[in-house]
């Protein structure tokens, strides 16, 4: 492959999240079906959707907002090729009316959000999509798809960031991320300080870094020849010293950085742990280093590194610098050991009303704790995180509260200022865990965030149920009407 082509391939990787090939076919099959039930049957209402989470993931309080760039771009370039079109022609039956609608479709209606890099809690809504029926339920497997992972990823990096206190983190996930440009990007918008991924570096401009592998040590018959080789290369370098016995590589690298630092002044920035008994080890390296005078030499580890043992190594006081972070964040691991669960967001999109006579009204699913809040709503924040309130849209805002939801996308258009520079993310990311009050912040048992529902959406809410859900017997209720209006 040429240079070229290569330039080509990873450009096209990095935007691959933002630009399918397909984007008409980034949804689930259901999705056209129930479209066409809808086209066959005359039903195109304007209707209201909801974008959030039931739970915070990781057994936390907050979720740290994140995807929402991609989800933009994927409403934006929603559309189906003539290829599309021909391949749902062959796998359904659909009539020719329907696969010309589907030919022209593109998004005609708006969007509120909250703001990339928001503090969320669970049950409020991130995206509010109101539009014609048919286009409003296509796009909800790539709006779950684009704010799922990354909301998970920017979460777990802010938790890791967290329990850090103040170290740089790097992260080291490109070799299993299932994203691994969603990854990079969102870890940067919870804190980690830099990527070893270099077309990613690249793509957001971000810092690259690394060290060395093991496999460079062993390539050469001596560790000592393998770090001379490192400390003559470079102004400023690193050693990987765990590839046969740390404790034995620490008095070889003083002793090559002495030497190096003498005839060509380079300098042994750092050295890395990967694995073992990262405390012991760590602690013996520091003082090794001390009595050589190279106090400014840091110490770096990796190896299987989340929230919880990082956490312990600091709260412990093991005098390490930094941390490498690879497979937990890029996967957006739980962990078994302490019976948290991880892997997905489990955000969800649902329909909560449907403009009928020139009136909201308002639609629910009742599941238990499933059951879902009806109407078109706002969020509105108390103070700096003394709590939330959900209300609904036609209520009077409530004086001196911070509204959430803001207008990203109008007439299926983006609005000026929607997709702000990720640096802009990254600070008001920032801001936020900054000031969110450390027992919302808890890895284990945190505080539970307060957020409250307004009086009248609990009553719609309780009317709902009563007409649409099921008696405390268990047996149905009687006759299903449409829920009271939100309107007026």
Same mark, same amino acid.
Do not use: C, H
């Given at each position: 492959m040429s240079v070229g082509k290569i330039a080509v391939s990873l450009g096209r990787a990095a935007q691959i999240h933002y630009q399918p090939l397909h984007p008409g076919l980034m949804t689930d099959m259901y999705h056209p079906d129930s479209a066409y039930v809808a086209w066959v049957n005359g039903r195109n209402d304007v209707v209201t959707f909801d974008l959030y989470a039931r739970l915070a993931p990781f057994g936390g309080s907050y979720l740290l907002l994140a995807g929402l760039e991609a989800a933009l771009h994927f409403i934006r370039d929603f559309q189906f090729t003539d290829e599309d079109v021909r391949f749902l022609a062959q796998i359904r039956d659909y009539d020719r009316g329907y696969l010309e609608e589907l030919r022209a479709f593109r998004f005609s209606g708006e969007v509120l959000a909250m703001p990339e890099?928001?503090?969320?809690?669970?049950?409020?809504? &991130? &995206?509010?999509?109101?539009?014609?029926?048919?286009?409003?339920?296509?796009?909800? *497997?790539?709006?779950?798809? !684009?704010?799922?992972?990354?909301?998970?990823? !920017?979460?777990?990096a802010a938790r890791i960031s967290q329990a850090a206190r103040g170290r740089r983190v790097a992260e080291f996930a490109l070799r299993r991320a299932q994203e691994p440009f969603v990854v990079t990007r969102s870890a940067y918008i919870g804190g980690l300080s830099s990527t070893s991924f270099v077309a990613a570096a690249f793509e957001y401009r971000l810092q690259a870094t690394g060290t060395i592998p093991h496999a460079l040590v062993q390539l050469f018959e001596e560790e000592r020849e393998a770090f001379a080789a490192v400390a003559q290369s470079f102004n400023r370098y690193t050693l990987l010293l765990d590839t046969y016995d740390p404790r034995r590589a620490v008095e070889t690298a003083i002793d090559v950085a002495r030497e190096y630092h003498d005839k060509l002044g380079h300098t042994l920035a750092a050295v890395r742990l990967d694995g073992g008994d990262l405390d012991g080890d760590a602690r013996f390296v520091r003082r090794v280093l001390d009595e050589a005078g190279l106090s400014a030499t840091r110490i770096l580890v990796s190896g299987d590194l989340d929230e919880f043992s990082i956490a312990e190594l600091v709260e412990g006081g093991s005098p390490i610098d930094g941390f490498g972070v690879g497979t937990r964040i890029g996967?957006?691991?739980?962990s078994l050991e302490r019976g948290v669960e991880g892997g997905a967001l489990g955000g969800v999109y649902k329909l909560v009303s449907v403009e009928q006579g020139g009136a909201d009204v308002s639609r629910i699913k009742t599941a238990g704790d499933k059951t879902t809040w009806p109407g078109k709503k706002e969020v509105y924040r108390i103070g700096s995180f003394e709590g939330d309130e959900v209300a609904l849209e036609t209520e009077p805002k409530p004086p001196g509260l911070q509204r959430l939801l803001r207008p990203v996308v109008r007439e299926g258009e983006l609005l000026p200022g929607s997709? #702000?520079?990720?640096?802009?993310?990254? @600070?008001?990311?920032?801001?936020g865990l900054r000031e969110l009050p450390e027992e919302y912040q808890a890895l284990t *048992?945190?505080?539970?965030? #307060?957020?409250?529902? *307004?009086? *009248?959406?609990?009553?719609?809410? !309780?009317?709902?149920? @009563?007409?649409?859900?099921?008696?405390p017997n268990g047996r149905r209720n009687g006759r299903v009407r449409a829920a009271p209006g939100t309107a007026g």
């Open positions: 890099g928001s503090i969320a809690f669970p049950n409020e809504p &991130l &995206l509010r999509v109101t539009g014609p029926f048919r286009e409003a339920l296509m796009l909800e *497997s790539g709006l779950l798809n !684009a704010v799922n992972l990354a909301t998970l990823i !920017a979460t777990k996967v957006g691991a739980g997709l #702000p520079p990720l640096s802009e993310i990254w @600070e008001y990311a920032q801001q *048992s945190p505080r539970s965030y #307060p957020v409250r529902f *307004s009086d *009248s959406l609990r009553a719609l809410r !309780a009317a709902a149920i @009563e007409q649409y859900g099921v008696e």
